[in-house]
């Protein structure tokens, strides 16, 4: 049974830095990432990892945010700097396994403050 687990979701105010992780067992994964939801929108991919080390992140969060993991661990960081208003939202973990099989977490919520 797989299980994906974030933590590291608090509130922050604007401009500062926060660090998410997130721990997936049970199968090996090829790519992990996360996504987000604020509310009233859709939910978003942030940042990608692949088991080998490439990375691929969503515009709006490049030169901020920086994906890694640890595959010993099975584990996901996102690094969050210089954090806006909008980037205030529920932050998903994801974890795909080499079948192409997708696995979520049930999310942290980060909210930044003016």
């Known amino acids: 049974q797989v299980h994906v687990v974030e933590s590291g979701g608090a509130l922050v105010q604007s401009g500062g830095s926060l660090r998410l992780s997130c721990v997936a067992a049970g199968e090996v994964f090829n790519e992990m990432g996360w996504y987000r939801q604020a509310p009233g929108k859709l939910r978003e991919l942030v940042a990608t990892i692949t088991r080998g080390g490439v990375t691929n992140y969503v515009d709006s969060v490049k030169g901020r945010f920086t994906i890694s993991r640890d595959n010993a661990q099975n584990t996901v960081f996102l690094q969050m700097s210089a954090l806006k208003i909008e980037d205030t939202a529920v932050y998903y973990c994801?974890?795909?396994?080499?079948?192409?099989?997708?696995?979520w977490g049930k999310g942290t919520l980060v909210t930044v403050s003016s």
């Open positions: 994801h974890a795909r396994d080499y079948y192409a099989r997708d696995y």
